[in-house]
Structure formats: C-alpha cells, structure tokens
C-alpha cells in the first residue's frame, strides 16, 4: 500500500516539525510513503471566502499530486475535510472522487486503517487536548457534546498509548477556538476572544501543553499564549505519538 | 390574483419532491409503574406541588387546610365539597381578576414531562386557570400516560375548541436567566392525583 | 457594473464594539451556556432524542413538499372551525391586514405576545406610526420595548440586558423602587403592570408554534401563559403565522412538543402548550398567513430546508460566534446562525456579511432539533454571495490572487520561502499591528530556517 502525504501549506511553511514526525511516525508503523514535490493547498481559504471558483487550480493541482496513491494521509482534519467534501475536478472526476473516499487524517488512519494496538512514546506532561470543529463535527473523529451518543475519542485513544501523559479535562470540551480560516482576520474581535477563552479554559486546568490534530487551531492558540507571554506552549499530536517533540 | 393564490401557485410551483410522513415510528417510553414517580418527578421539577389522594372529598379537606377561607377558592368540581361553584357572570373572565384559587379538572397528565391537559369543556372561561393566582388541578391517576406521543393517541381528534398542557405554575427567566416562578399566570401549581376514580 | 457594497455596521464591526467590555462579554457567554448545558441535560434524558430529531426533519419535509396541500387542508378546516383566515404575500400586507382588523373594531391599544414574524414585518413600528399602542406582554420583549430596541434573541429577547439595566428601565417606566435590581422583584412589578393591560386591552396578537392543517387548529406555546392571559380577555385575538408552521397531523405534536423546549431552554415542555380551535363564546379569531419570501425560498434547493426550522433558538445558545458578540450584531430580526441563513433571503446586499460570522463549527448544526444542515448552508451562502458580487471587492481580489499563487507549485514556493525570510529578518512587520489583522492581539508564529519541502529534499529524498 501507498501512501500520499500530504502536508497543508501553512504546516510546509511554518511547521515543518509537524510534517517530519508525520512521516517518521508513518515510517516507523512500516508504510511506504510518498511526499509529492508539487503540492501547496487544498484550496480551503478561498472556498470558505465564497470562491469556490478561485479553488478550481487548487483542486486541479492536488488531484493531479494525489490520485496514485492507495491512501492519502495529513496531520489536518480541517484540510482533509475540505478535501473529502469539496474536492472536484472536471478533468478528472474519477479520480478527485478516489481521493475524496481515500483522505484521511492522521489519528483516523492510526485507529481505523492501520488498527494500532500501541505506539513508542512519552511525554510526562500535564496536556490538554484541543479538538478541532472539523475533525470532530466534520470527521467525526471524536463524539460530539451536542448529541445522545455513546461517547468516543480517536486521538483520545491513541493519547492514551503515550506513557506518562496526563490528560486534563476542560469545562468545553468541543467548543470552537475560533480560528475559522480567514475568519481569524475579517472577525478579528470574535476570533481572539474564542481563542483567549480557549486558552483560559486549558490554563484553568493546569495544561502545560495545547495539543491537536490542527496546527492552524494550534497556531491561532499559541499566538494568544505567545502574547500572553505563557510558558504554556501547543504541539500537534504527530509530535507527541512520534515521541519527536523537542 | 389573490395573494392565496399567488402564495399558493408559487409554492406549487417551487416545493421540493414530496416525501412520505413517517408514521408508526416506536418512541421508548415510561413503563406503567414507572408513569407516577416520572410524573410527580416531572411536575414537582417544574415548581409545581403534587399530593395524592383517595377520593375528591379528602382534596376539599386538603383545600381546607390550604385556603382557610372557601369564599376565595373557585371549585370546578362539585364533589370536592369545597369553594364556591363558578356562576354565569364569570363568562367574562375580567371579573376573575382577584380570584386567589382556582380548582379545575385535568384530564390527561404526561410522565415525561408533567404536563397536564386542561380542557375548555371543564372550565367554565378560558382564561380561569391563567387568571387566578393558585391553581390546583386534579389528575385521575389511570388517565397518565408516558410521552407526548401517547398523550396525543388518547386525545380526541376532534379537538375541544380550545385545551392547553399546563406544566407547572407559570414562570420565566427572562431577566439575566434567573428563574421567577410566577409570571403572569398562577404563581403556584398544584396536582392532586387521585388513586381512585 | 460591479455590485460592491458596505454595510455601515457590519457583523464585524458590531461585534467588536460589543467585545470593548470583555467582563460584560464574559457574562454574556457564560449566561448562554447555562443554557447550552441545560439542554443537554434534558436531551441527555431522552434516548432516543436523536430518532426524534430525524423523525421531525421527515414531518417537516413531508410539509414542504406538500405545502400548498396542507396550505389549502388548514385552511378550509380552519374556516369551519369558526377562524378567519387571511392570506399575506409579504411583510407590508401582513401589516395592513392586521390594521384593518384593528381598525374596523375601532380599538386604539392591544396585547402582543412573542411572535417572529411580527418582529420580521416589523408590526409595532407601522402600527404605532398608525396610532396604535402595541404593548409587548412577553417580559423579555417588554424589557426590550422600554428601552426602544430589538429582541436580541428569539426565545430569549433581554438576554443582552444585566438585571440593573432592567431595574433601571422599569424604575423609569414602572416607577419601581430606584437601584432595585432583585428578578423576582422587577417580575413581580411587570406582572403588576402589564395585568392591568390584559385586563384593557380588546384585542390580542399571538404568534404561532404549530398550525395543523388535520384539524384546522392551531398551537402557542409559553412559559409566562401571556399568550393566553391576552387571548382568552380580548374580544379580538389575532395569530400570525409564517406558512411554514403548517404541521400535518395533530399527532405530529407529540414530537415537535418533545423536542421543542428541551431544545430551547432544557425544560422537558414549556409551561403552556395551547391549543386553540374555535373562538370563545361572542370572540373573533383571526388567522394571517405571511409568505414573505418563502415561497421563493422553498425553490431554492440548497436553502430550502432552514424553513424547517421551528424558532427553539438552540443554535443560537451554541453559537461561539453570537456568545460573543450579542444578538444586535447582526442586524436582522433573527440572530445567530439561523438569522445568518435566512437573513440572505430576504435581503442578500444588506446581509451579506452574516454568512461570514461564523468559523464554520457545526455546533448549530448538531443541535438542531429539525437537523437544519445550518454550517452548511452557511458555507453555501458564501459561494452565492461570492458569485453574486456582494462579498468585498479587496476579498474577492486576494482570493483570486491566492487562488492562482496556490495552483502554482513553483510559485508557491517562491512566496512561502521570501515569506519566512522576511518575517524571520523582520518580525517586528510581521506583527505589526496596523498593517496585520492577525497581530493585533497575536504574535506570528516564528518562522522556522526551511519548508518541510526543503528539509524532505535534504533528508529523504537523496536516500531514496
């Protein structure tokens, strides 16, 4: 089997940490996998703008990097939903709808393709885990408070493998930190005030990190945290099932 | 063209692709033994008060101890023994502006949600149960059921021209979510179940 | 020619003057997500809340899919019931019908209780600017009333308002006691004063929860039984209602009762769930249907379905967004994420930005009770909006620009590289705070030496 990474732009730019321990930990549970050269975004910031048109290049693009691969794998849930629901190509529709059905993103891969029992990792921290709208309400990779449903956590369970962790509760544990994409600037007010009550409601429960299966959730919280001059500091959940955090 | 027709033609000619009501969909509901404890657990949660007993006699003994003066307790049911009977000027309700305590017959409680279905056939002007500052229902303890679902098998198809579920004594939370029993209906709700009929 | 258009106070703006007072804002939420949790609590009770929420989204597609039917059913059963009907294709005829009625009885004041629609047509103002005196029964929408503003949330109007904001309006207008604040006390003094008009007033408006189109009757729920007091003392009792309220069967209610108040405020049923058939004794009993641009939206196949919605106001409480930035931001009768959906149909240039207030979570969407697909359409909108010109032309620009910089690998590469370059040569533009939104109350993060793209080329692939 084949996999396709796939990295999200802003994490090739900014957190390229994130990318490594992705593939290292893909490497290390066996699999074969491929980082196509070519790849930049999966088109999101401009469909949630409205212009959806101006994705099309995008759309194009990633079809063309992705559609050989067996599965395509990113530490995103918010780039693969976007991908799973939105990505279409006139050119090729076979193959962007093989790629819509094989994305995944990381913590669901590890539980639900590769089935793992139990991973090489530790991390003796106090942590609390941020889980991001569109890998929980999009991918469902965990269950979501608003329903009568019995209750569930895919990176929770993985969490779980890591030794010495501590996972702290949160008084919300599902609530929005507000990034939203361009949201984060064209509602700058709301934006900062969902992530500083984020924060708070970790900081309030002793976390001394932020994890998630997000970077741009993470990255809008670390900004807050950064300006709060915290010690409290995010790192993804890659980082810490890699056991590759520094 | 009428605006009927017109809200109608466009309508017909926009809606959706009709799809069939769902019907004889199974809801969980309150077991028999269970429908009591749910209900007086439903109906003391929304403020109310819940007494049970044997027969309407004892409720005017009840009522007795409560009101100490019957003058001021308007009784829908005879049989009760207590009150004063409701006559023909209060056909308009206005006059019932002060009235302390209203006594009215409930024909229909509901275990999940301690509703009670109070009919215009049993009282004598619509707005006697909103207008008086206590009310006090009477429920056969046979004639509760589990769920909404059930309360609208049991209710004739035929409505009575007007019938309301009361769930407690009238309230709100409109300022600063503060609960304040008593807005501009009863400000205290009580049920006599009786055991027997 | 270009379409563009600038709200004056757009979502954001609004939002940002309400977040100045951060405790207040702190208080807002918190006030909110009571009751978020306590209509978890509820649902959490019922086990099978989740059929029961799919078994109303089924009712009420099967209405709309039969709508002009169920229309014609209510109608003609409703007529023999004794109810005058009447038939209103938008706002202004709703309002002029209702005049008319009030006008032929020669009455000068009435009671309203809480009614969506009348605050969508706007009725106090154009019956007021006739001479009428509306008097709000609802606490909440008096409270709102008094201090001359909109409801800022459907179920619950004064949510914005701190209680010694309310003491001091009703020490103005009730002359309550100076600097009294205590709810029970200021309830107790509008019970007092608002009594005294139920018992003047010869006419009543109510809105309407559920029209059943079987029995020709129809269903008004409350918790304060202000819609009763008002009806059962008027000579005259007025219901309006959008056409979507139709419901089938009476036995429907069982459901949409069960899942209403739960949804709502987390109580198991409101109070009052009144059934009106027929009009008392010597009573006149009217009935106004209002299309009012449903009609048109019942065509259009991505947004059809928020008329399902049931006004529980549940996506509202959820809302991240609206918690923190109170219902007056967003300029529409209806707040929150389903104001945000239906506003554009009523009006897509002056609510534009609604579609844009929001992170796109799903939270509204998961506490729906008639699964209104609601981030969805949000997320829809946009793309409407987007093609139809109404989204800021400086948007629509970077986003093509971004659009074809992103389908560009080498491109791409080029920007990203000179990016980190100059944020790690120069931070202090990156957090800027003038030129980038983003910094205003965040730091950048710190740009690393090298793409993961450089470092797989370094490390991997020559291993390869």
């Not at chain 1, 063309?64 to 599965?71: I, M, P, R, S, T």
């Not at chain 2, 206005?94 to 229909?108: D, M």
Request: with cysteine.
């Amino acid at each position: 089997m084949k996999i396709g990474l796939f990295i999200p732009c802003y994490v090739d730019q900014f957190y390229p940490q994130v990318a490594i321990a992705t593939l290292q930990l893909l490497e290390k549970l066996g699999l074969d996998v491929d980082y196509p050269l070519n790849q930049t975004c999966c088109g999101q910031p401009m469909a949630n703008s409205g212009f959806e048109k101006y994705a099309k290049g995008c759309d194009a693009l990633f079809t063309k990097n992705f559609a050989q691969y067996d599965y395509i794998v990113s530490p995103s849930g918010s780039c693969v939903l976007h991908v799973k629901e939105h990505l279409h190509d006139d050119k090729n529709p076979a193959a962007a709808e093989h790629i819509r059905g094989r994305v995944y993103e990381l913590c669901e891969f590890l539980t639900d393709i590769l089935k793992v029992k139990d991973l090489e990792a530790r991390f003796p921290h106090k942590v609390g885990f941020h889980i991001s709208c569109h890998g929980q309400r999009g991918l469902h990779l965990s269950q979501m408070s608003e329903l009568v449903a019995e209750d569930f956590s895919k990176p929770g369970y993985l969490l779980n493998m890591v030794k010495d962790l501590e996972l702290i509760p949160l008084n919300r544990k599902d609530e929005c930190c507000g990034f939203g994409g361009t949201f984060c600037v064209s509602e700058e007010a709301v934006s900062v005030k969902m992530g500083k009550d984020r924060v708070q409601d970790h900081l309030q429960h002793q976390a001394e990190y932020i994890t998630g299966g997000d970077m741009s959730c993470l990255m809008h919280l670390e900004g807050i945290l950064r300006r709060q001059k915290s010690p409290v500091k995010v790192v993804h959940i890659a980082e810490i099932l890699n056991g590759s955090y520094a | 063209m009428t605006s009927r027709e017109k809200i109608l033609s466009q309508v017909r000619q926009n809606k959706p692709v009709a799809v069939p009501l769902p019907e004889n969909i199974s809801f969980a509901t309150v077991t028999a033994p269970e429908r009591l404890p749910a209900f007086v657990k439903s109906f003391t949660g929304a403020g109310g008060v819940v007494g049970i007993v044997s027969d309407l006699a004892s409720i005017g003994r009840e009522l007795q101890v409560l009101f100490d003066k019957p003058e001021r307790v308007m009784n829908t049911l005879p049989a009760i023994g207590y009150g004063l009977a409701p006559d023909e000027a209060i056909a308009q309700g206005h006059v019932l502006a002060n009235l302390e305590v209203a006594v009215v017959l409930g024909s229909l409680g509901v275990a999940e949600n301690g509703a009670i279905w109070v009919s215009a056939e049993n009282i004598p002007t619509r707005v006697l149960p909103f207008i008086c500052e206590h009310l006090v229902l009477v429920l056969p303890q046979s004639q509760i059921v589990g769920t909404m679902h059930e309360a609208y098998a049991v209710l004739p198809k035929s409505f009575p021209d007007y019938g309301v579920f009361i769930a407690g004594p009238s309230r709100t939370a409109d300022i600063e979510q503060s609960l304040v029993i008593g807005a501009h209906g009863p400000k205290r709700a009580h049920v006599f179940i009786l055991e027997k009929e | 020619m270009h379409n563009e258009y600038i709200i004056p106070t757009d979502h954001a703006t609004a939002a940002e003057v309400f977040l100045q007072d951060e405790e207040r804002a702190n208080w807002h939420d918190k006030a909110l997500w009571f009751i978020r949790e306590k209509r978890d609590v509820a649902t959490k009770q019922i086990p099978d809340w989740e059929l029961l929420r799919e078994t109303a989204s089924q009712i009420k597609q099967n209405v709309l899919g039969n709508l002009d039917n169920y229309l014609e059913m209510f109608e003609q059963n409703a007529l023999q019931n004794g109810i005058k009907v009447h038939w209103a294709a938008d706002a202004a005829e709703h309002n002029q019908i209702v005049l008319n009625i009030i006008q032929q009885h020669g009455i000068q004041k009435l009671v309203k209780s809480k009614s969506m629609l009348t605050e969508e047509c706007h009725l106090n103002d154009y019956l007021l600017e006739n001479g009428i005196d509306v008097i709000d029964t609802d606490l909440g929408e008096r409270v709102v009333q008094l201090a001359k503003e909109p409801p800022s949330h459907i179920v619950l109007p004064c949510i914005h308002k701190r209680k010694e904001e309310v003491g001091e309006l009703f020490h103005i207008h009730l002359g309550t006691e100076k600097g009294a604040s205590d709810p029970a006390y200021l309830t107790e003094a509008a019970r007092q004063h608002l009594r005294e008009k139920f018992l003047t007033s010869d006419l009543a408006i109510t809105g309407v929860n559920f029209a059943i189109a079987e029995t020709g009757g129809f269903v008004v729920c409350t918790n304060e039984g202000n819609a009763d007091m008002g009806a059962h003392l008027a000579k005259v009792h007025i219901a309006c209602m959008g056409i979507e309220k139709i419901i089938p069967k009476a036995e429907n209610l069982g459901v949409f009762l069960r899942l209403l108040a739960r949804s709502a405020t987390g109580q198991p049923i409101t109070t009052y769930s009144s059934h009106f058939h027929r009009p008392a004794k010597g009573q006149e009993m009217h009935l106004v249907l209002v299309d009012n641009g449903r009609s048109v939206q019942l065509g259009l196949k991505d947004f059809y379905n928020s008329l399902k919605c049931i006004r529980c106001g549940a996506c509202i409480n959820t809302c991240p967004v609206y918690r923190r930035s109170g219902g007056h931001s967003y300029h529409y009768a209806i707040s929150g994420p389903i104001g945000a959906i239906l506003a554009p149909n009523m009006d897509m240039r002056k609510n534009a930005d609604l579609p844009f207030a929001s992170t796109l979570c799903g939270s509204c969407t998961n506490v729906c009770p008639v699964k209104i697909d609601i981030h969805n359409q949000l997320y829809k909108w946009r793309q409407v909006l987007g093609e139809e010109g109404y989204v800021p032309a400086t948007k629509k620009q970077s986003m093509k620009a971004m659009g074809s910089l992103l389908s560009n690998p080498t491109l791409y590469r080029i920007a990203g590289k000179s990016g980190r370059t100059m944020m790690r040569l120069l931070p202090g533009l990156a957090n800027n705070k003038a030129l980038n939104p983003w910094a205003k109350q965040r730091d950048m993060p710190a740009p690393p030496k090298e793409s993961f793209r450089d470092w797989y080329l370094k490390n991997k692939k020559q291993h390869d």
